[in-house]
């Protein structure tokens, strides 16, 4: 097997792969667990890969009934989804040695549908990042170029995919984490709808925000995984109780006449010039399709980052409270008193970043300033949303790049928080205001690094994401090309 083994890119050649070689699914799961090793030495994908518990679950599958759409397919769970009885530790030390013993619901879902997980998708601490440097495990690196990184927080999950370690992946996406990284490891990610995938076991960030995805390296791939883990679930309070379309069945379709809507507040200063290139190519594309273009506005845009950063750290603050080394968490083994205790094992337990985003959360719902400004970012993130509404009076979708430039360095931005956090600002109004949004690989910028286009929709309208995307993918082949050619 090699980096670039074709099989090993969608859930279809490798189901078909399976099919053909005459070996067991054990034997080949040592081999796929091995050389996800080999490769990992590199990448750092993973906080950490059980080999002997993937040829376990290989010896289950092997031994069941063959059925499920994803048999055998190696599928990588980020590390803040809970997986029965393995460690999932959300890339932080005051998690060290946690087992949940249950699944979390799009786990349920993936060992239904027969997959051979990949637990521990390293990610940055607690999902506080843009870069996954923020792992107590250290940090992932792009495989593009081991020098930059694969962006975050999911950027294991990303790079694991990339780097062909798996053929598919699951992260959670706050303000960007699916995307963000996707788009700079040159592959599919794809945020759905807030609510329409279950958070159940899913360790929160912040619960108004948070969402769970799937990253791929096409959208077909996109498309069975949404199916897979979409639907309601009464254990999450969020989940909304609709009806699943078959994604798949929006795959192929034509999408002349679409209208796709271009907002100038996404095409200002800022942008690297091989982004702007790229995404100018693949508005073209799309107009050469018939799909027409309609100029918008999201006047409130420009506030997203802001608000973002005073919603996200304020419920962040109020998750992680719990982890206090009596609840959860990290104990500290030489305090003095119970005082100490607290302070020592949080101090110990926690990395800078999630310290950073616990002091700004409870600076902003502190007594004299939450109306300042909690309260005005919640009306602020309505004022978002009410944006979305109004222009999708007018189009099917919107169309902007993803992240304002490609990978950066490593370490380049770690010690300057508002240069890190401006990484998000093209994904962070889809979160606020719920919508669907997925990006797919559009070209390469500077460096030579996957530049990616976001397309977003009105809720529940994964289907026109998922038609829009293929529909790009068919007359292009950057979802066909690999790190490292």
């Known amino acids: ?17 399976l099919r053909e070689n005459a070996v067991s699914l054990n034997s080949y799961a040592e081999v796929l667990a091995s050389r996800a090793i080999d490769i990992d030495k590199d990448i750092h994908a993973f906080a950490r890969i059980d080999k002997e518990r993937v040829i376990e679950r290989a010896e289950e599958l092997e031994n069941s009934s063959r059925a499920g759409r994803l048999w055998g397919v190696p599928v990588a769970v980020k590390d803040n989804l809970c997986v029965k009885d393995e460690l999932t530790t959300c890339g932080s030390k005051i998690l060290e040695g946690f087992r949940p013993p249950y699944n979390a619901t799009v786990v349920e879902k993936l060992i239904a549908e ?19 440097e923020t792992s107590c495990y250290g940090g992932a690196k792009n495989p593009w170029d081991t020098s930059r990184i694969p962006g975050g927080s999911s950027g294991g999950s990303a790079a694991a995919v990339a780097s062909t370690e798996v053929v598919a992946a699951l992260g959670s996406d706050t303000g960007g984490s699916i995307r963000q990284p996707a788009s700079m490891c040159g592959i599919v990610g ?8 279950s958070r159940y076991g899913l360790i929160a960030f912040a619960s108004s925000l948070d969402q769970i995805g799937p990253l791929t390296r096409d959208i077909t791939d996109s498309a069975i995984l949404l199916e897979i883990i979409s639907g309601h679930d009464h254990r999450d309070s969020t989940s909304v109780n609709v009806d699943v379309p078959r994604y798949t069945d929006s795959l192929s379709q034509d999408i002349k006449g679409m209208k796709i809507g271009i907002p100038e ?13 790229s995404i100018d ?11 027409e273009t309609v100029e918008i506005s999201l006047p409130h845009t420009k506030y997203a980052v802001s608000c973002y950063y005073i919603i996200g750290p304020a419920e962040a603050s109020s998750n992680l409270a719990r982890y206090d080394g009596v609840h959860y968490g990290h104990r500290c083994a030489n305090s003095q008193d119970i005082i100490d205790m607290y302070i020592d094992s ?4 926690f990395g800078a970043e999630a310290k950073r985003r616990i002091l700004l959360g409870n600076y902003s719902l502190s007594s004299g300033y939450y109306e300042a400004y909690y309260l005005k970012a919640q009306k602020v993130r309505t004022k978002i949303a009410d944006d979305f509404r109004e222009v999708f009076k007018s189009c099917d979708c ?12 490593i370490g380049e931005r770690i010690e300057d928080p508002l240069k890190m956090y401006l990484s998000d600002v093209f994904t962070i109004p889809a979160n606020l205001a719920g919508l669907p949004a997925v990006t797919i690989p559009c ?5 030579d690094m996957p530049v990616g286009l976001q397309l977003m929709a009105e809720p529940f309208a994964e289907e026109t994401l998922i038609r829009a995307a293929h529909a790009f993918e068919r007359n292009t082949d950057y979802h066909k090309r690999f790190a490292g050619e």
């Open 1 to 17: 097997m090699t980096k670039k083994d074709d099989y090993l890119s969608n859930i279809e050649g490798y189901g078909r792969a």
């Open 114 to 132: 027969g997959a051979l997980l990949f637990a521990g998708a390293n990610m940055d601490e607690f999902a506080f990042g843009s870069s996954c």
């Open 190 to 197: 794809f945020k759905p709808t807030y609510g329409r995938v």
């Open 265 to 277: 507040e996404y095409f200002q200063s800022g942008i690297d010039k091989g982004v702007t290139d």
């Open 281 to 291: 190519a693949a508005i073209k594309v799309y107009k050469d399709l018939g799909a």
């Open 346 to 349: 949080r101090n110990e337990g």
């Open 398 to 409: 919107i169309l902007t790049p993803t992240a304002p430039t490609t990978a950066f360095k």
């Open 443 to 447: 070209g390469f910028g500077e460096n």
